[in-house]
C-alpha cells in the first residue's frame, strides 16, 4: 500500500475527517486491484467452463488511479463482494470483457480510460468518496456511499423510463473498467447511493447487484410486478439472487416455491417462512439425457411434485437464472399465461437445439 493510500485509509478510519480533510490529502498516483491480463485471454482455450480455475487468471496488481471525469467519482472502497459477473470475468466468458472495454472506449475520448491491457473486476462495493468530477452536485468527498453497478449515460431519451434500455447502459465492474475489487474505484455519479448507516461496510457492499436485480426481476414495472397470492418459483433460493427474491416474494404476500441443492439449505428457507421447498438433489432431477436431449419425463415428475405442495396449481411467476440447466423446465412448469424472469444463465446461456413440450 502506497504511502499516500495509507493516509487516505487512516483519515476514513479515524472517523474524523471531513470532505475538506480528504481533498486536502494528494490522491494515490497508484493503487492495489484485482485484475485480469488481456494477454491471457486464451488460458482457458478447450477448457469446460466448470474446470476453469480463476486463480490462474486473477492478479493482483498495483496499478494507476484513473482520473475522475465528468459526473464521475473516485471512491476508497471498504468493501466489496463476488458475484457471477466476476466469476465470467476471470474465467473470460461468455466473451472476454476485454472486447466490451475496447467498444466502451470509442464512446468518448473520456472512455478511451477503459481500454486497458488489465481488467479491474468487481460490480459491487461500498466506500468512502474521496474526489468527484465536474457536475456532481449531490454527493461530494467524505460521504459514505454505496455504489450499484447500473453505470449508464442517460442522455438519449431510450432510457430515461427505463435505465436499462439506454444505449450507453453498461455494468461496472464487468463492461466497465477501475470495478470494486480494488482500492480505489471509479464510479459514475449515477451509481452511488448513501450508506445506510444501520449496515456494516461490508453488508453494504453485499447487496446492491443481486438486490436491485431481483427487485427488477419480480417488484418493477419492468418485472413481473408480482402480487398477492402468486405462486413463484425460485431457483437456487439461498444464493444472493434467490434470497432477495424469497424476501420480495413473501413481502409481496405471494407464495415462494423454493429449489435449493441441501436440507440445510431448505431449513434456511423455512426459516424465513416459506413453506414450498424442493430439495433437487434429494429428488434427483435430470432435465438433460445423456445423449444432450432435454428429459422431458423429468420435467414431468418436477411438474407433478410442484402441483403437489401447492395444492395442483402451477406457478404464475418462474424465477430463472440458471440457464442452460433449468430453462426448458421453468418453461415446461409455468402455468399457461405465466411469466418467465430470467437473468444471470449461470449454468451457461446455451439451452437447447430442440423445444420441448410443454403439458
Known amino acids: 500500500m502506497s504511502s499516500e493510500m ?44 466448470r474446470d476453469k480455475d480463476p486463480r490462474h487468471s486473477i492478479h493482483v496488481d498495483e496499478v494507476p488511479v484513473p482520473e475522475p471525469g465528468p459526473n464521475e467519482a473516485l471512491v476508497a472502497v471498504m468493501a466489496s463482494s463476488i458475484n457471477f459477473n466476476t466469476v465470467w470475468t476471470s474465467i473470460f466468458e461468455p466473451i472476454p470483457t476485454f472486447q466490451f472495454l475496447e467498444r466502451a472506449a470509442k464512446r468518448s475520448p473520456w472512455d478511451k480510460r477503459h481500454n486497458l491491457p488489465y ?43 427505463d435505465s436499462m434500455l439506454d444505449p450507453d447502459q453498461r455494468i461496472w465492474g464487468f463492461e466497465t473498467n477501475f470495478g470494486g475489487l480494488a482500492e480505489i474505484s471509479l464510479v459514475r455519479a449515477n451509481q452511488l447511493m448513501p450508506k445506510p448507516p444501520h449496515l456494516t461496510w461490508e453488508e453494504a457492499a453485499s447487496m446492491p447487484l443481486v438486490n436491485s436485480t431481483a427487485y427488477r426481476m419480480l417488484v418493477s414495472h419492468n418485472g413481473c410486478q408480482i402480487k398477492q397470492g402468486d405462486i413463484v418459483l425460485i431457483w437456487g433460493a439461498v444464493g444472493g439472487l434467490g434470497g432477495f427474491a424469497i424476501q420480495y416474494t413473501l413481502n409481496a404476500g405471494a407464495f415462494p416455491i423454493c429449489v435449493v441443492s ?17 430439495d433437487r438433489n434429494a429428488e434427483g432431477y435430470h432435465f438433460w ?71
Open 262 to 278: 441441501s436440507e440445510d439449505k431448505a431449513r434456511l428457507c423455512r426459516t424465513v417462512g416459506a413453506r414450498w421447498v424442493i
Open 6 to 49: 495509507k493516509a487516505v485509509l487512516d483519515a476514513i478510519l479515524s472517523g474524523k475527517a471531513t470532505g475538506d480533510d480528504l481533498v486536502g490529502l494528494p490522491v494515490p498516483k497508484t493503487m492495489r486491484a484485482v485484475t485480469t491480463h488481456k494477454d491471457e485471454i486464451g488460458m482457458f482455450d478447450g477448457i469446460a467452463s
Open 289 to 359: 439425457s445423456e445423449d444432450g436431449s432435454q428429459n422431458v419425463a423429468e420435467m414431468r415428475r418436477f411438474g407433478k411434485k410442484i402441483r403437489e405442495l401447492t395444492g395442483g396449481e402451477d406457478p404464475d411467476v418462474v424465477y430463472e437464472h440458471p440457464g442452460r440447466e433449468t430453462f426448458a423446465a421453468s418453461v415446461f412448469v409455468a402455468r399457461p399465461g405465466g411469466q418467465i424472469v430470467t437473468c444471470a444463465s449461470t449454468s451457461g446461456t446455451i439451452t437447447s437445439t430442440t423445444t420441448a413440450t410443454c403439458g
Open 119 to 161: 481488467h479491474i473486476m468487481g460490480s459491487d462495493a461500498s466506500g468512502v468518496i474521496v474526489r468527484t468530477g465536474p457536475g456532481v452536485t449531490l454527493f461530494k468527498p467524505g460521504d459514505e456511499v454505496t455504489v450499484h453497478c447500473n453505470y449508464v449515460d442517460m442522455q438519449a431519451p431510450d432510457g430515461h423510463d
